[in-house]
Nanobody, 120 residues
């Protein structure tokens, strides 16, 4: 399974970005996919996740009401719509997939990161 994230960039506080993650390979083997982020000097944290079949979702408290995760099964693509961005959202964002039942993983496959920078 290979994952490719894109869509990061520089945006002012209050702005929006949409990240995309395309997945190829043995995609049928994955149960859920998620977005993680890692800010400088901090541990990587889960931001949001979605089950590929039913579309059940999970959001970290810090992004609830501002971020929306979605998927296009036909395109094997996952999205993260990020609205009302804050400087503390600045991080490298990674997409990942898991074979395990459960939105919180552990996650088995990882894409490269995409930088999101929110200026104040």
């Amino acid at each position: 399974v290979q994952l490719q994230a894109s869509g990061g960039g520089l945006v002012q506080a209050g702005g929006s970005l949409r990240l995309s993650c395309t997945v190829s390979g043995r995609t049928f083997s994955t149960y859920a996919r998620g977005w993680f982020r890692q800010a400088p000097g901090k541990d990587r944290e889960i931001v949001a996740a979605i089950t590929w079949g039913a579309g059940a979702t999970y959001y970290a408290d810090s992004v609830k009401g501002r971020f929306t995760i979605s998927r296009d099964v036909a395109k094997t693509t996952m999205y993260l719509q990020m609205n009302s961005l804050k400087p503390e959202d600045t991080a490298v964002y990674y997409c990942a997939a898991t074979k395990n039942a459960g939105l919180l993983g552990p996650y088995n496959y990882w894409g490269q990161g995409t930088q999101v920078t929110v200026s104040s």
